[in-house]
């Protein structure tokens, strides 16, 4: 196993342990790619839900928020293109019976050949020392040019079969490759079908064509067909956004890499409303806003990266990812759209109703364009893991704790007695009861000091304040750091405001 694919076991069994995720049905043998919260992961959510809120929406005069319906006419998927378009390939090995998404498979022949180069680039680096130059040696190899351009290759055919629909040119190329079935180890493939992925569902107790209905795959059509609606209940004038956090469920062909690709999963999305001709000024805006975001919660520079489309959705005219370094590789955490005026006229158009805006700067109606931010909240969750997992081997013993940044921290401070006796939990659980008006606490007097430190620890609690005889002298008490673990005897009334600043809003 890699070291890569055992820090993502790392972080599973972690979250498992220490009651972040539990595999949702688990005493059913559980049911794959569905994932429960448990009573820490419940609260790292929250957290995080509501700085995304607060940033994206309560600070900002030109954001407002809505909680839509997860059911929608089912016209709605129609005339926003998932029912046509939101399909994968699929295709299934007929030795092991296993289903793949054909795209996924080429691509993952295409990342074999990415590591080549990697491969090539560190043996050259071995063998001039100091003086070799990466770049150089990149643009400069015929060995890393002939790879690149065969990457280049498989890539524009993938990508023209697939837009075209030539599915039997994508089996082909995969039988070409001779990309095997990791399984089987065979090539004994069917056909490259269609699958879609949305969730159908049926509504009432008559079984004719309307009462069809889907599971929502994004949150973002609640927000369109709610355009007017919001825009004149709230007098917003554009440019101006609308906010929504909420389920998404699309049926993954496959769903791997823990909570990062599930059937169920929460997106936090934000559609900003601007003049037509204005988008790009727009998008450029929100690329950067968001970038920052992750910033200030101190993930790193060389964690994050943009991923710029070149081929784009027929719909857009602007599209860009924002990726986090997994251990699994660079994926995608957030989209950024431009997605013109598709949607709502497309809306416009099914229902025969006028979705514009009346500008009463230029006197014009119009409807307006549309640039889209759109994260994952379990992904977000899922990176602030990855981002904070801590193994510290310089002690004794191997200190495993979660440095996530204290606003995400499901407690922000821990009140422990030093032992169950001598009236040191009473005075701890009237300390507990004056922070909890201000933060979320933890109370806890079972086991040593050094056990709880430590549970503390790997549930990522910035603070522990220990309640000890002296407490009872002299109103003092210990905190200690999760991060330096220094511990330090302050005033009880100072408490508040030491933790206070801890907290406060980078964004
Ligand atoms: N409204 C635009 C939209 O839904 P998307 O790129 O399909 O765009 C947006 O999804 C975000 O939702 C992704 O960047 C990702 O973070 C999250 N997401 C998408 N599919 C997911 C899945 N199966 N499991 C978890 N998160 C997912």
Not at 356 to 379: A, C, H, M, W
């Given at each position: ?11 599973i069994s ?14 059913y ?43 929608m ?10 029912v ?9 090995n ?11 498979l ?5 990342r ?5 180069i ?20 990149h ?19 993938m990508?023209?079969f697939?837009?075209?629909?030539e ?26 079908r ?25 949150t ?20 101006f956004?609308?906010?929504q ?5 699309r049926?993954?062909?496959i ?7 599930m ?11 601007v003049?037509p001709g ?19 919660l ?5 964690n ?5 489309h ?6 857009a ?20 759209h431009?997605?013109t ?13 006028k ?20 994260i ?20 004794k ?7 996530i ?12 007695p030093l ?9 701890a ?28 620890d ?39 405001n ?9 964004c």
């Amino acid at each position: 196993m890699s070291q890569k694919e055992q820090t993502l076991k790392l972080i599973i069994s972690h979250s498992k342990e220490y009651g972040f995720v539990f595999p949702s049905s688990e005493i059913y043998d559980g049911i794959s790619a569905f994932y429960d919260y448990g009573p820490f992961g419940v609260e790292l959510k929250n957290n995080i839900k509501k700085y995304w809120w607060q940033s994206m929406v309560q600070f900002r005069l030109d954001v407002v928020g809505l909680d839509s319906a997860i059911f929608m006419h089912p016209k709605i998927w129609k005339a926003s293109g998932h029912v046509d378009a939101f399909n994968d390939p699929l295709i299934d090995n007929k030795d092991s019976k296993k289903r793949y998404r054909a795209d996924e498979l080429i691509e993952n022949y295409i990342r074999k050949i990415n590591l080549k180069i990697e491969k090539e680039i560190k043996k050259a680096s071995k063998r001039f020392g100091s003086d070799f130059d990466r770049d150089k040696f990149h643009k400069t190899s015929p060995r890393i040019n002939n790879y690149l351009s065969e990457i280049k290759d498989i890539s524009n055919k993938m990508n023209s079969f697939l837009n075209n629909e030539e599915f039997k040119k994508v089996k082909d190329l995969i039988y070409d490759l001779n990309i095997v079935c990791p399984v089987s180890g065979t090539c004994n493939w069917t056909d490259v079908r269609q699958f879609n992925l949305m969730f159908g569902t049926k509504v009432g107790s008559v079984s004719d064509e309307a009462s069809n209905l889907f599971l929502r795959p994004e949150t973002a059509q609640g927000i369109f067909v709610n355009f007017l609606n919001v825009q004149k209940s709230a007098r917003m004038k554009i440019p101006f956004g609308i906010a929504q956090i909420g389920k998404a469920f699309r049926n993954e062909i496959i769903a791997r890499q823990f909570i990062f690709r599930m059937r169920e999963f929460e997106q936090m999305e934000m559609q900003f409303f601007v003049e037509p001709g204005s988008e790009i000024k727009w998008f450029e805006y929100w690329k950067k806003e968001r970038l920052n975001w992750y910033k200030s919660l101190g993930i790193s520079d060389s964690n994050l990266k943009y991923h710029d489309h070149e081929k784009l959705a027929h719909y857009a005219n602007a599209a860009t990812d924002i990726e986090f370094k997994f251990p699994f590789g660079f994926k995608e955490l957030e989209g950024i759209h431009s997605r013109t005026d598709f949607d709502l006229s497309s809306h416009a158009n099914e229902t025969n109703k006028k979705i514009q805006y009346f500008d009463p700067k230029s006197s014009t109606n119009y409807t307006p364009y549309v640039v889209e931010t759109s994260i994952g909240l379990d992904r977000m969750f899922l990176a602030v893991l990855c981002e904070s997992y801590r193994e510290d081997n310089n002690g004794k013993e191997k200190r495993v704790y979660l440095k996530i940044p204290p606003v995400l921290s499901p407690f922000k401070v821990a009140i422990l007695p030093l032992v169950k006796k001598d009236n040191l939990p009473e005075k701890a659980k009237e300390l507990y009861h004056t922070l909890i008006k201000d933060f979320n606490c933890y109370y806890e007097e079972k086991d040593s000091i050094g056990k709880r430190y430590r549970r503390q620890d790997a549930i990522g609690t910035p603070f522990c304040v220990t309640i000890d005889h002296e407490t009872l002298e002299n109103n003092t008490v210990t905190i200690r750091d999760r991060d330096t673990m220094s511990q330090e005897r302050i005033n009880m009334e100072d408490l508040n405001n030491i933790i206070k600043k801890k907290l406060s809003f980078n964004c």
